[in-house]
């Protein structure tokens, strides 16, 4: 475990885990819903990248370049491919410092999973502002590559938990939970006025044109968190009666590679050698 401290701020993370970050305190209290002790389910981590996609392709199957891929998906979500590798793998630290880490992950390409060869650089800062992440892939092939990105920080729920955004739409999704179509926010959930977590429905939805800001107020405090283009999409996870909810930045929505032509999806064509990169900050002050 690493743990970085800078001002008020504190993070514990985990490289071998998934990239993982485990805690994120500020002045001695929770941000992000700590990991329990011990825990080795990526799933119970406080943050973890999305790379070289985000949330769900459907079945795991897409056609890009007229190549058709069929990717393997875990048991626990099928039948769909789920977030990429990136939060399945362990990291090489590259550099560390009191307050700052860099890690890497390459992907060599695979017959039977992605086929694309790729690098993934994730560096995790703490200053007396508060968090940093970015994140960024580089095909490191020597064929087009489809790609996305995205981080999944899973925030402490409290009482008072209340949440602020704006978006232009909402992916309405099937019982398959793959999106079906664009509509107004108010038909899900509304944040634009701010709404408590208490009064929300259940929430597992992609938010289209979201300006890449987003508001927390709880237990006495504001938590801000700000995305970089090209995260113009969040998907929030807010399920009923537990400690924690989601506000995911990514840079392209839900099973956009199975995405109508002509659609502004947000999947990026990542040429030979170039790179895709995005970042997310998070900062509190006291009400």
Partial sequence: MIVLTAGDWRATLAPGLGGAVLTLDWRGQPVFRPTPDGATDILETACFPLVPYANRIADGRFVFEGRSVQLPTLERFAPHALHGDG?????????????????????????????????????????????????????????????????????????????????????????????????????????????????????????????????????????????????HWTQVYAPLGVDFFCVEPVTHRPDAHNAPAGEDHGLARLAPGETSSFAMRIGATPL
């Fill in 87 to 231: 939060w399945l793998l362990p990291w090489t630290v590259e550099s560390q410092t009191e307050n700052r880490v860099e890690m890497s992950l390459d992907w060599p390409g695979d017959t039977d999973g992605w086929p694309w060869p790729w690098r993934a650089r994730q560096v995790v800062e703490l200053t007396d502002e508060g968090l940093s992440i970015s994140l960024s892939v580089t095909n490191t092939g020597n064929a087009i590559m489809p790609a996305g990105l995205g981080l999944h920080p899973y925030f402490h729920r409290y009482a008072d938990s209340r949440l602020t955004l704006s978006a232009e739409g909402v992916w309405i999704t099937d019982a398959r939970e793959i999106p079906e179509r664009l509509a107004p926010v108010a038909e899900v959930a509304d944040w634009s006025n701010g709404l408590a977590l208490a009064d929300a429905p259940f929430v597992d939805h992609a938010y289209a044109g979201w300006t890449g800001e987003a508001v927390l107020n709880d237990g006495g405090r504001w938590v801000m968190l700000s995305a970089y283009a090209p995260a």
